[in-house]
T-cell receptor
Framework: KQEVTQIPAALSVPEGENLVLNCSFT??????LQWFRQDPGKGLTSLLL?????REQTSGRLNASLDKSSGRSTLYIAASQPGDSATYLC????????????FGTGTRLQVTL | DTEVTQTPKHLVMGMTNKKSLKCEQH?????MYWYKQKAKKPPELMFV???????INESVPSRFSPECPNSSLLNLHLHALQPEDSALYLC?????????????FGQGTRLTVV
């Protein structure tokens, strides 16, 4: 059974700092990995999708990497802003069942002024 | 348009009530999903519809009954729920097939069972 873990569970940083969120998964037979953002009580906003054949994806201040063989992904946020405060979730889909996402435990990020 | 719309946003229902959650997308996606999220936990998959047919049921109790009347709509019918079913119910959609299966989520329905 796929297990997805995110470290740290919570993180507080001052505005302007660069930061890295970590995601690890136990079964490397994934089809893709997706990073989401969730504001309190709200739905999920897709940030980045990395196919299993890719190593990296970038969108604005966000950069996600994937090392499938070691079961790890990182989300790098550059020049953090208070508006980045949210919970960040990674999710993996298994090869052959691309539609079934298994979510990580989430990292709650607070960016302070 | 990358929007998945869920209604209602909030729902309070008694244990003997029957209610329905609705989800709509107009992105041409042929895979649609229901997830359940308890407080401070990650979302957990409930159902997957592929081309309007139920393809995955994650052993969900029968008091939850999904329906996909057409390629744009997904419903979740609720009957005889328990207080522990209170949660955020999220709908999602994605393109079917092996290319670009990025999932898009709605804002959720906050369900409270009293």
């Amino acid at each position: 059974k796929q297990e997805v873990t995110q470290i740290p569970a919570a993180l507080s940083v001052p505005e302007g700092e660069n930061l890295v969120l970590n995601c690890s998964f136990t079964d490397s037979a994934i089809y893709n990995l997706q990073w989401f953002r969730q504001d309190p009580g709200k739905g999920l906003t897709s940030l980045l999708l990395i196919q299993s054949s890719q190593r990296e994806q970038t969108s604005g201040r966000l950069n996600a990497s994937l090392d499938k063989s070691s079961g790890r992904s990182t989300l790098y946020i550059a020049a953090s802003q208070p508006g980045d405060s949210a919970t960040y979730l990674c999710a993996v889909s298994r090869s052959g069942t691309a539609s079934k996402l298994t979510f990580g435990t989430g990292t709650r990020l607070q960016v302070t002024l | 348009d990358t929007e998945v719309t869920q209604t209602p946003k909030h729902l309070v229902m008694g244990m003997t009530n029957k209610k329905s959650l609705k989800c709509e997308q107009h992105m041409g996606h042929r895979a649609m999903y229901w997830y359940k999220q308890k407080a401070k936990k990650p979302p957990e998959l409930m159902f997957v519809y592929s081309y309007e047919k139920l393809s995955i049921n994650e052993s969900v109790p029968s008091r939850f009954s999904p329906e996909c009347p057409n390629s744009s709509l997904l419903n979740l019918h609720l009957h005889a729920l328990q207080p522990e079913d209170s949660a955020l119910y999220l709908c999602a959609s994605s393109r079917q097939g092996q290319m670009n299966t990025e999932a898009f989520f709605g804002q959720g329905t906050r369900l409270t069972v009293v």
